[in-house]
């Protein structure tokens, strides 16, 4: 398996093939790949991101069948069924990169954003759940209590919200913790621009 600074650059390069247009598009539907991968999968990379259209990790990072681990959610947020994803994942996989991507415009930080500011009509149970997760890391945030938000306020929301969930996978699992102390996991954070489809790593990239 290789390990996380590679995956990492493996990644990086993806993402500049996609934003230069000349991904491998021939990858994700290639068959003798899926005959490969038939019995068994190995995943350089997990990534949590956010259920959104615009971000999805394959595309963006250009890659293909069996290359990565994705977990979605809205507002890539972290709950026990995303902590068990990913340790299901380090453990059976090997895998030893965890990237979060977040990324710009991301509906469930801007749906927060109108919960703070008393704007929303009843939203469900399960939605709020959400928002749950998303709210308490954007509190923190100078200027969060004003209600007045602008772009690079949103940009700080977004991106405290993906440090969050670092946080969160980093200090939430004993399996996890383990993992990073012995064996070489790290978790990084990540924001996919949806206006330049560049991804900028919150780590330094080897
Ligand atoms: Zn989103």
């Known amino acids: 398996m290789i390990s996380a600074q590679e995956a990492l650059k493996i990644l990086y390069e993806g993402n500049h093939r996609f934003v230069s247009g000349v991904s491998n598009s021939n990858v994700l539907t ?22 959104d ?28 069924s995303q902590i068990g994803s990913v340790e299901f994942a380090a ?12 990324h710009s415009k991301c509906g469930a930080v801007l749906a ?6 008393h704007e929303t009509k009843e939203k469900s149970q399960n939605l709020c759940s959400i928002i749950d997760h998303i709210r308490p890391s954007i509190d923190m945030l100078p200027g969060a209590e004003l209600g007045d938000y602008s772009d690079s306020f949103i940009q700080q929301a977004v991106r405290a ?13 004993e399996v996890l913790e383990q993992l990073i102390k012995k064996d070489g996991l790290i978790i990084v954070g990540a924001e996919y621009s949806l206006e330049t489809g560049i991804v900028d790593f919150f780590d330094k990239v080897p």
Do not use: K, W, Y
């Open 53 to 80: 259209s615009r971000a999805p990790a394959e595309i963006v990072f250009d890659r293909g069948l069996g290359d990565l681990f994705v977990i979605r959610v809205a507002g890539n947020i972290v709950a026990p």
């Open 30 to 51: 290639n068959q003798a790949r899926r005959h490969e991968l038939m019995a068994v999968q190995e995943p350089f990379a997990i990534i949590l991101g956010c259920s």
């Open 91 to 102: 453990e059976n996989f090997g895998t030893r990169l965890v990237v979060v991507m977040g």
């Open 112 to 117: 927060t954003l109108e919960e703070l500011r």
């Open 161 to 173: 919200n993906i440090c969050a969930s670092v946080t969160h996978l980093q200090q939430g699992s």
